[in-house]
Nanobody, 121 residues
Framework: QVQLVESGGGLVQPGGSLRLSCAASVRFFSFSAMGWYRQAPGKERELVAAITSGGSTNYADSVKGRFTISRDAAKKKVYLQMSSLKPEDTAVYYC???????????????WGQGTQVTVSS
């Protein structure tokens, strides 16, 4: 069973930083993109940042210049470095892999269970 496990969330003051990590329990055959999404209470889940297999990145306008997505060389982990955090960044953050388990499988979306990020003084 594929599991994505996020870590690194917590409570931080405005202006502070956090680094989220996401680790997969399996080695995927290939992936097209890894990303971070977030969902605040009463709001829809939104894309925060994504990185493709080729290394291209994409960010929500609200986090550009403050957040940085990266992945390790083995491509089993994805990170989100968050700086200059604001109260409106408060949400549950989810990692997402769009990947194939084998050469015979179709690409699928895999999700972590989420990690809470709270920005408050």
């Amino acid at each position: 069973q594929v599991q994505l496990v996020e870590s690194g969330g917590g409570l931080v003051q405005p202006g502070g930083s956090l680094r989220l990590s996401c680790a997969a329990s399996v080695r995927f055959f290939s992936f097209s993109a890894m990303g971070w999404y977030r969902q605040a209470p009463g709001k829809e889940r939104e894309l925060v940042a994504a990185i493709t297999s080729g290394g291209s990145t994409n960010y929500a306008d609200s986090v550009k210049g403050r957040f940085t997505i990266s992945r390790d060389a083995a491509k089993k982990k994805v990170y989100l470095q968050m700086s200059s955090l604001k109260p409106e960044d408060t949400a549950v953050y989810y990692c997402n892999y769009n990947a194939k388990l084998s050469s015979f499988s179709f690409p699928m979306d895999y999700w972590g269970q989420g990690t809470q990020v709270t920005v408050s003084s």
